[in-house]
């Protein structure tokens, strides 16, 4: 079972920057609130496997990547379901959003900033560190 409920869910990083999709395929991106309605609203579905499927609530498309995963692949919007597995940190309510599946290439993924230095902020799969509370993502449930 995951570890939060099915539901809406804005999820944030380092405060109030959040997982944005601008366009239903765009690079998922992490912004102050844009007051645009949905595209920073996600619907987190668990899965009976204990993964979840995370979906933009404007523009119906999944939290994914293009082909296998590898590190720093670009996330973005599309319209193929991506499990990720939440593992809980030492913050409440705030997990490292994991590649389900184990090591690739000898090290475990997981949702992070890019390494990029351009505005708006990307993200990619980058290698997890569980002690990085710097990677980790919030999840606050939306009424």
Same mark, same amino acid.
Not at 31 to 60: A, C, D, F, M, Y
């Given at each position: 079972?995951?570890?939060?409920?099915?539901? &809406?869910?804005?999820?944030?990083?380092?405060?109030? #920057?959040?997982?944005? =999709?601008?366009?239903?395929?765009?690079?998922?991106?992490?912004?102050? &609130?844009?007051?645009?309605?949905?595209? #920073?609203?996600?619907?987190?579905?668990?899965?009976?496997?204990?993964?979840?499927?995370?979906?933009?609530?404007?523009?119906?498309?999944? =939290?994914?990547?293009?082909?296998?995963?590898?590190?720093?692949?670009?996330?973005?919007?599309?319209?193929?379901?991506?499990?990720?597995?939440?593992?809980?940190?030492?913050?409440?309510?705030?997990?490292?959003?994991?590649? &389900?599946?184990?090591?690739?290439?000898?090290?475990?993924?997981?949702?992070?900033?890019?390494?990029?230095?351009?505005?708006?902020?990307?993200?990619?799969?980058?290698?997890?560190?569980?002690?990085?509370?710097?990677?980790?993502?919030?999840?606050?449930?939306?009424?």
């Amino acid at each position: 079972m995951a570890p939060i409920p099915t539901g &809406p869910y804005g999820i944030a990083k380092h405060g109030e #920057q959040y997982l944005t =999709l601008q366009d239903e395929k765009a690079p998922a991106v992490v912004l102050p &609130p844009t007051g645009e309605p949905g595209e #920073q609203e996600w619907h987190v579905e668990s899965l009976s496997n204990g993964n979840v499927t995370i979906k933009n609530l404007r523009h119906e498309t999944y =939290l994914s990547f293009d082909g296998v995963p590898e590190i720093n692949k670009m996330l973005r919007g599309s319209s193929q379901a991506t499990e990720w597995q939440l593992r809980q940190s030492a913050e409440p309510h705030t997990f490292h959003v994991v590649v &389900p599946g184990g090591p690739v290439d000898g090290v475990e993924l997981a949702a992070d900033l890019s390494l990029l230095r351009i505005f708006p902020p990307m993200t990619a799969l980058r290698p997890l560190d569980p002690n990085n509370l710097g990677q980790t993502w919030r999840f606050e449930f939306h009424e």
